[in-house]
């Protein structure tokens, strides 16, 4: 008697398989920030990276002229933002980019941790 009775999540076929659930929008928005929140953390700790290592190779005394210098130091420039020339020390070229793509690179990590803090607390939140 109980096989007379339609099962809601079987489909009209007799194969036995579940119909496929109703579109999640919640789910979705919590993959959504959670994959912003990866992609944020890699971008972020790269431009730390990037300014990190420009700080290595400036106060190790690199080779200006060779092309890794040259594109990292291009990239530190363009990702230090403001920070470029925040602390003058004309006397201590190497203590300037210490202080200078030290601190930018610092402050990209705090952003990291800020904006995957907050997308992680949006993704959950629904």
């Not at 363009?78 to 020339?85: Q, S």
Request: proline share 3%; net charge positive.
């Amino acid at each position: 008697m109980s096989e007379d009775v339609a099962d809601p999540t079987r489909t009209a076929g007799t194969s036995g398989h579940r119909r496929r659930k109703s579109f999640d929008l919640a789910r979705l928005w919590s993959r959504t920030c959670g994959s912003l929140a990866t992609v944020v953390r890699w971008g972020c700790s790269l431009a730390a990276a990037l300014l990190a290592a420009h700080v290595v190779l400036a106060v190790g005394g690199a080779n200006p002229e060779n092309a890794l210098t040259r594109f990292v130091a291009e990239w530190a420039r363009v990702l230090a933002f403001g920070f470029r020339d925040l602390f003058l020390k004309p006397e201590q070229p190497k203590l300037e980019v210490l202080l200078n793509y030290g601190l930018a690179a610092i402050c990209w990590l705090l952003v990291s941790v800020l904006v995957v803090r907050l997308l992680r607390t949006l993704g959950a939140s629904r």
